[in-house]
Each structure stands twice: as structure tokens, then as C-alpha cells.
């Protein structure tokens, strides 16, 4: 995938990775193979009797469905529990209100926000997505890893990892400062951000694994590797990524990437309503952590283009409606039965 040495086709076996979905829990819902005595006929399952139920999918697979929570919105909780418990106890302390953090509209001044769901803001989500990945690494369960993301076995630069880089949290303008310089670097989208968090959450719910100081930059290397290459129409090469990171082997990119896609199942699919789902999450984890999103005054030109996509629109909704109406018409006339006059020779 983007290098004339293909990442899938490599010498090395697989690694050795532990189930999708927790195997004791969906042993109740897999179905027997076995043959009858009198029926050597071998036994399909149909597709319906190994699918997971709704319930444990939606618990066991959050990228996946748009009803079930971001894993990172749920580890932000508790942090932004005890940033609120902390501003009331300020607020209460101090008896003159300070300075207006945000813009709000008035009768002359109207404030837009120019981030949407189909064109983000590109500095505002890279900020909101790396602080999503700090709560990951902050609140994290345990230390599960794999030596493809150990940075001690696959470092991405010649000088020595310290002793302690698996025992330090990185902080969240760490995390930032290493996305920007790979999004300004490749040019790329803010689309393509939500979809890098969408694969991370992903992988560690299919592989099972931990995202640490140990392994948090080839993690995050490789999700934006495969999303860049999954979003946009022209994708940036794996040796473009090396002279990005001047330390970096092209081997060693397409190695990580085949090791990420069996971890996937490449299962790459990102469905509209997941999309919507993240850039929303992220919206609100911005909300709770004061990351305002930027607001613009509304100018005149802002303004007509606003009104012309509105029109455009009713436009359209009109023409839906009077051809829904055309066909309930129509499906009236065959409800009434007609009875035609007897003809008597």
C-alpha cells in the first residue's frame, strides 16, 4: 500500500495476537458445526448464527457502531469531574468575576463557528484528537503492548531511549507538537484526524492492547498511516513518511502497517454515522476542557453563501415532498375498488 515493496507481502509470520471479542463471553453464541450420523452432508452456518449479538457488539466494538460510547470520552470523565468540582470551589472563593472566555452573539454581532461535520477545523480537531489520545495514555488500564509499537525495539530516532520512556506520561503538547508535525508535513486533512482515532480506538479493542508511553508514537504512526491512505484520494507513500522522520526505515513502515491491518482484520471500514458519532465526542471533549472551537463575526459574503445553501436546500426538500405527494396520490387511486357496469346480451 503505497510503496513499490508491498507491506503485505512480507517474509515474516504473523504475530501472535489474542482473540477479537473476549472468547468466554461469546462461546454461548457460537453455533455447533457438528453432522448428524445419517447426514454426511458438511453443515454451513448461515451468516446471521455467527454474527455478535447487538448488545456485546456494541459493548466490545465502539469504532464500529454508532451507538456505543468513544472509549475516550468515557476516560476524559473523570478528569473533567474533578476540573469542574475544582472551577465551582474557585468560583465561589472569588467574589469579582474575571475576563470572558468565550464570544457570545449579540444584536449587532453575530458568531459563527467554522468547524462542521463535513469540514472540520483542522488545528481545533488535531488539538481535541491528541488530547483524546492523552486521556488514553492518562487513564489507561494497564501496560498490554506489542515489540512491533515498543519503541525500544523499533525506535523511530538514533538517539537512546531513556531508561524511564516507558514509566513518564507524555504530555498532551508532546502528543500535539508530534501530530502537527506529521499533518503539516503530509498535508493532511482534518478528516483524516478522525479517522486516525478511529483506528486507534479500534485496535485496541480488536488486538486487546494498552496505548503507553512505550508505544504511543508508532500507534499513533500507523494510524495516520493508514487513514491518510484510506481518506484521501492521493495518499502519501510510506518513504514519504521516512523523510519525514529522518530515522525511520521504509522496511520498518511497511512492517508496522501489515502488523496494524492484521490487527484491524483490515477491517478499514469507517461508516458516516461512526464519523459523525467522533467529531460530535470530540466537540464535547473540547466543551469540557475549555478548547474553543474558533468563532468568526458573520460578514456580508458569509452571509449570502449561508442564504444560498439554505435556498438551495428548500429547493430541494420542495421538489422531495411534491413527488412524495405525486406518489400517495397515485397509490390512493388503487385503494377505491371500481366496478365497472355489466354489459347484458
Not at 453455533?31 to 447426514?39: A, G, L, M
Not at 469579582?96 to 454581532?109: E, N, R, V
Given at each position: ?18 482473540s477479537r471479542q ?69 468560583h465561589i472563593s ?252
Amino acid at each position: 500500500m503505497g510503496n513499490t515493496v508491498s507491506c503485505c507481502v512480507s517474509p515474516e509470520s504473523s504475530p501472535k495476537l489474542p482473540s477479537r471479542q473476549p472468547a468466554e463471553r461469546l462461546e454461548e453464541f457460537q453455533t455447533s458445526t457438528e453432522v448428524s450420523d445419517d447426514n454426511t452432508v458438511p453443515y454451513l452456518q448461515h451468516i446471521s448464527d455467527r454474527e455478535v449479538p447487538d448488545e456485546l457488539a456494541l459493548e466490545s466494538n465502539p469504532s464500529d457502531h454508532a451507538r456505543a460510547s468513544t472509549i475516550f470520552l468515557s476516560k476524559s470523565q473523570t478528569d473533567v469531574r474533578d476540573k469542574r468540582k475544582s472551577n465551582h470551589i474557585n468560583h465561589i472563593s472569588h467574589t469579582s468575576p474575571g475576563p470572558l472566555s468565550k464570544k457570545y452573539s449579540s444584536c449587532s454581532t453575530i458568531f459563527i463557528d467554522d468547524s462542521t461535520v463535513s469540514q472540520p477545523n483542522l488545528k481545533s480537531t488535531i488539538k481535541c484528537v491528541t488530547l483524546a489520545i492523552y486521556y488514553h495514555i492518562k487513564n489507561r488500564d494497564s501496560d498490554r503492548s506489542l515489540d512491533i509499537f515498543d519503541e525500544k525495539f523499533h525506535p523511530l530516532s538514533r538517539e537512546p531511549v531513556p531508561d524511564d520512556y516507558s514509566c513518564v506520561d507524555p504530555e498532551h503538547k508532546l502528543i500535539y507538537r508530534f501530530v502537527r508535525t506529521l499533518f503539516s508535513a503530509a498535508q493532511l486533512t482534518a478528516e483524516c484526524a478522525i479517522v486516525t482515532l478511529v483506528y486507534l480506538e479500534r485496535l485496541l479493542t480488536y488486538a486487546e492492547l494498552d496505548i503507553c508511553p512505550a508505544n504511543w508514537k508508532r500507534i499513533v504512526l500507523g494510524a495516520i498511516l493508514l487513514a491518510s491512505k484510506v481518506w484521501d484520494d492521493q495518499a502519501v507513500w510510506n518513504v514519504d513518511y521516512c523523510q519525514i522522520l529522518k530515522d525511520i526505515t521504509v522496511e520498518d513502515m511497511n512492517e508496522m502497517e501489515r502488523h496494524f491491518l492484521e490487527l484491524l482484520q483490515f477491517n478499514i471500514n469507517v461508516p458516516a454515522s461512526v464519523y459523525a458519532k467522533y467529531y460530535f465526542d470530540l466537540r464535547q471533549l473540547a466543551d469540557d476542557n475549555n478548547l474553543s472551537f474558533p468563532l468568526e463575526p458573520l460578514n456580508n459574503q458569509r452571509a449570502q453563501k449561508l442564504e444560498a445553501i439554505s435556498r438551495l436546500c428548500e429547493d430541494k426538500y420542495k421538489e422531495l415532498s411534491r413527488a412524495a405527494m405525486r406518489r400517495s396520490i397515485s397509490a390512493d387511486n388503487l385503494i377505491g375498488i371500481r366496478r365497472s357496469n355489466a354489459v347484458l346480451s
